[in-house]
């Protein structure tokens, strides 16, 4: 685990795996690129760094869960990776998130690493620039305590897209020095594109 100041919120980590990924066709979380379930080699990544881990799902995906890792079901329900950012950060109010995507087949500990190091948790959240539209990069993110009751009042607008609150929120928004790491994987070109990545040795 990066140790930070001492005055510094405790970080855990959030596998995002409670999607239906309708484009893809078939379930992202359960994907094995690393040999092992998707949802599981993301948890596994984010070890080093987070002092508790846990996996976003739905209920009905607790029927096959191992049990060597620890679930969390939404609170906040039917609003996608809003409402399980939200249910985390409800969990445990006084820790920070670091908050990834189970769909980042290429991510990887140098990423995560530089984005921990690189942390300001004055701010609402610490996020990456997307190499593909510039935009903030919602998929791997640390949100902050301070940021729960900003996503309330940005919940009580109608407004559930987590990249629009970092667009509109105190976001210190990174560069990214591996731009491949944070390429999301959501169809079966997506995925053709990563596997030619991973065999030829990514990175």
């Not at 029927?63 to 985390?88: C, E, H, K, V």
């Not at 009751?149 to 591996?178: A, E, H, W, Y």
């Amino acid at each position: 685990m990066i140790l930070k100041e001492s005055n510094m919120p405790t970080l855990n980590g959030l596998v995002l795996a409670g999607g239906n990924s309708k484009r893809m066709g078939k379930k992202k979380d359960l994907i094995n690129w690393h040999g092992k379930e998707q949802r599981y080699f993301a948890a596994d990544l984010l070890k080093p760094f987070c002092n508790d881990i846990f996996i976003s799902c739905r209920q009905e995906q607790l029927a096959d869960f191992d049990t060597a890792y620890t679930a969390l079901t939404d609170s906040f329900l039917n609003m996608g990776p809003f409402g399980g950012i939200l249910s985390a950060l409800r969990l445990q109010r006084d820790k920070a998130w670091l908050v990834i995507a189970c769909d980042l087949p290429l991510l990887n500990e140098e990423a995560i690493r530089f984005l921990i190091e690189n942390r300001n948790e004055r701010k609402t959240a610490t996020t990456y620039k997307s190499p593909f539209d510039g935009l903030p990069e919602p998929l791997i993110t640390i949100w902050e305590p301070k940021s729960y009751p900003i996503l309330l009042q940005f919940l009580g607008t109608g407004i559930t897209c987590p990249r629009k609150v970092l667009m509109n929120s105190d976001t210190l928004i990174l560069k990214p020095t591996n731009p491949h790491a944070l390429m999301n994987v959501n169809t079966p070109e997506d995925a053709e594109k990563a596997n030619e990545m991973l065999n030829k040795n990514y990175p």
